[in-house]
């Protein structure tokens, strides 16, 4: 089945330790996405990629990083510049860049605790 | 800029009532509306969306919303809700010049027995 795969599903580091959330789909989409996922506040816009080996900042990048170095994958790190980074991050993708070409298709989160 | 607010953080409904979600958005120029859902730990699914066309849209699950241009709002409503839509659910909205997609704080739904 196609579809948006997040691993692992919760994780948990130290402060001042970086780390990676994986983000793999087999849809063929162009685009994909970052976002944040905090109670009672929805979801933000971390990064964002329309197509492999470019990407742009989205609304809260600041302490997060990104690449996109294959269609199927977009990892994000969460680095220790990130001053709260305990939150539930939800990756999605979709055929291409652009809300006329929702759906936006979404992986099932991590939820990253960082103490 | 536009923004998007579900003026309801939590609605609770007793199951086979119906139901109305509130989204009132803000933006000058033509949007892509959308209502997303969210079961418990896990991502988003569309539930139906506005591009142009009918005010009222039919979506999954037996859920539709109507566009009111005049009142910048885009209401989700389902006639008899099932245990089964207890969820959080999220209005999006989109300029169509911009075309990234801002989502709103969400509106969890409780169905009671």
């Known amino acids: 089945d196609g579809g948006i795969t997040q691993s692992p599903k919760y994780l948990f580091r130290k402060e001042g330790q970086n780390v990676t959330l994986s983000c793999e789909q087999n849809?063929?989409?162009?685009?994909m996405y970052w976002y944040r996922q905090d109670p009672g506040q929805g979801l933000r816009l971390i990064y964002y990629?329309?197509?492999?080996?470019?990407?742009q900042k989205g609304d809260i990048a600041e302490g997060y990083s990104v690449s996109r170095e294959k269609k199927e994958s977009f990892p994000l790190t969460v680095t220790s510049a990130q001053k709260n980074p305990t939150a539930f991050y939800l990756c999605?993708?979709?055929?291409?860049?652009?809300?006329?070409?929702?759906?936006?298709?979404f992986g099932n989160g991590t939820r990253l605790t960082v103490t | 800029a536009q923004s998007v607010t579900q003026l309801d953080s939590q609605v609770p409904v007793f199951e086979e009532a119906p139901v109305e979600l509130r989204c009132n958005y803000s933006?000058?120029?033509?949007?892509?509306l959308f209502w997303y859902v969210q079961y418990p730990n896990q991502g988003l699914q569309l539930l139906l969306k506005?591009?142009?066309?009918?005010?009222l849209v039919k979506g999954i699950n037996g859920f539709e919303a109507e566009f009111n241009k005049s009142q910048t709002s885009f209401h989700l409503r389902k006639p008899s809700v099932h245990i089964s839509d207890t969820a959080e659910y999220f209005c999006?909205?989109?300029?169509?010049?911009?075309?990234?997609?801002?989502f709103g704080k969400g509106t969890r739904l409780h169905i009671l027995p």
């Open positions: 849809l063929n989409h162009d685009a």
């Open positions: 999006a909205v989109s300029e169509r010049a911009d075309d990234k997609i801002i």
């Open positions: 933006s000058s120029v033509s949007v892509y």
């Open positions: 990629s329309q197509i492999v080996n470019d990407f």
């Open positions: 999605a993708s979709s055929t291409s860049f652009g809300a006329r070409n929702s759906p936006l298709h």
């Open positions: 506005y591009l142009s066309g009918s005010t």
